[in-house]
């Protein structure tokens, strides 16, 4: 039977370096560059086995959610250089392609191959939405821009960006710390 489980950002410089080395090690480069391209644009899992090598050519391109069907522009800027360099030595049709054939990984695949990483890595709760949040936990922590990030996110409203991301409670958590009456 399967579990509910609470899926978090993972919110640790160190915990994401370690998932990027439990990746090359253990799983794939294919793997690790899903992580990093997930950790750095913020796309649903679909969406991101989905993407091209042609698309990842470019530093900025735009693609439709599958979910919501709106546009939406992704930059990979910071890390073309290390796509580049994986499409070089991995050329395809897919960013991520599969081993049976002429397709790219499942969404399952991938997130058995998150949840193989993060078991070495010992980062808990890991899920399907983990790499998104991670994104939106960062991006937030780093421009504290809400509206900006649900406006990445597709988002209706403010405060399920920010309960998405893990941030509400955290924030609440970390107010206490240090009251007293």
């Known amino acids: 039977m399967n579990q509910l489980q609470n899926v978090q950002p993972i919110r640790s410089l160190e915990k994401i370096d370690d998932m990027k080395w439990a990746l090359k090690k253990f799983c794939s480069e294919r793997d690790y560059m899903y992580f990093l391209i997930g950790i750095n644009c913020g796309l649903r899992g679909g969406d991101l086995v989905k993407l091209t090598q042609a698309q990842c050519k470019k530093k900025k391109f735009v693609v439709k959610e599958g979910k919501t069907k709106k546009p939406r522009s992704i930059n990979l ?3 073309h250089d290390e796509i580049i360099n994986y499409i070089g030595k991995y050329p395809n049709k897919w960013m991520f392609p599969s081993q049976k054939g002429d397709s790219h990984i499942t969404r399952s695949h991938a997130y058995d191959q998150m ?6 890595a010992e980062v808990e ?3 399907t939405h983990t790499l998104r949040k991670t ?11 809400v509206a900006q990030l649900q406006k990445i ?3 209706g409203h403010p405060e399920t960006t920010l309960s998405y991301i ?3 409670e955290e924030e609440i958590d970390k107010s206490l710390d240090n009251f007293k009456l």
């Open 125 to 127: 709760g890991v899920g």
């Open 115 to 120: 949840r193989k990483a993060a078991d070495m």
């Open 77 to 79: 800027s910071m890390i």
């Open 135 to 145: 994104f939106g936990y960062w991006y937030y922590k780093q421009t504290k821009d």
């Open 153 to 155: 996110f597709n988002h």
């Open 166 to 168: 893990g941030i509400t």
